[in-house]
């Protein structure tokens, strides 16, 4: 007998302000045929991430979202980890990509990374994502999945957001931007987190 909560509802709030992210988890339970309303959508606010782990915030944007909205919320807190940085920027992954005068820029952020990592002999890298499902009775359900592989630079495709093109997964030729959606969803740490999630919580319907 399964111990995880499952989902009954067939629309949740995406607890995330990124369109990447939003986009994917959206294509990943359509298959299941849960429809999302974003955060954005509602007009909710962007809560300030003072966790230290990936889960710990996850479980606290899924939470805010939804006790704000009174519907289930799923929440996605990522980020791109390299071994000869110790794992950084891991957790703090969106703040390396913070300008001083607001909004992001993601090339600047992987320069940033390649100028601290380029001395290292260690190439690997990895992505992971933490996926939690909260209820407004506060009930939570938290997984976590991650893909291995390496950090390469120049960046190369157009493709996904974020930090895709100066990550090639393991086993493979093309960075995470050069591949199609479909492909990056067979192997991503968010697909490892959302089949764990699916397993334990999501109904085919
Ligand atoms: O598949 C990915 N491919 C490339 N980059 C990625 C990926 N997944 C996460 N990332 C990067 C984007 C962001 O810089 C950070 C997550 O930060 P994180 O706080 O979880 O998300 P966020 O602030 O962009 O949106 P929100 O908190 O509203 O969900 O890792
Ligand atoms: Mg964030």
Not at 96 to 112: L, V
Not at 131 to 147: K, M
Request: hydrophobic share 40%; with cysteine.
């Amino acid at each position: 007998m399964s111990t995880h909560r499952k989902l009954t509802e067939e629309t949740v709030v995406l607890a995330s302000h990124n369109a990447g992210k939003v986009r994917e988890n959206a294509a990943l339970l359509a298959e299941y045929g849960v429809t999302i309303i974003s955060a954005g959508d509602l007009g909710l606010p962007v809560p300030e991430e003072t966790e230290t782990t990936f889960l710990g915030n996850a479980t606290l944007k899924a939470l805010a979202a939804a006790r704000a909205s009174g519907m289930v919320a799923l929440a996605d807190d990522s980020g791109f980890s390299v071994a000869a940085l110790d794992g950084a920027p891991g957790v703090h992954t969106a703040d390396w990509a913070e300008q001083p005068g607001g909004g992001r820029d993601y090339a600047a952020a992987m320069a940033k990374v390649e100028k601290l990592a380029r001395h290292g002999t260690d190439r690997g890298a990895w992505f992971t994502c933490a996926l939690v499902l909260a209820w407004p009775d506060g009930h939570t359900e938290g997984f976590e999945g991650r893909c291995p592989g390496t950090w390469v630079w120049p960046p190369r495709g157009e493709a996904g957001f974020g930090y895709d093109p100066m990550f090639q997964p393991e086993g493979m030729t093309q960075t995470f931007a050069e591949m199609d959606p479909a492909e990056k969803h067979r192997i991503s740490h968010r697909a490892r987190a959302f089949a764990m999630l699916a397993e334990g919580c999501l109904v085919r319907r």
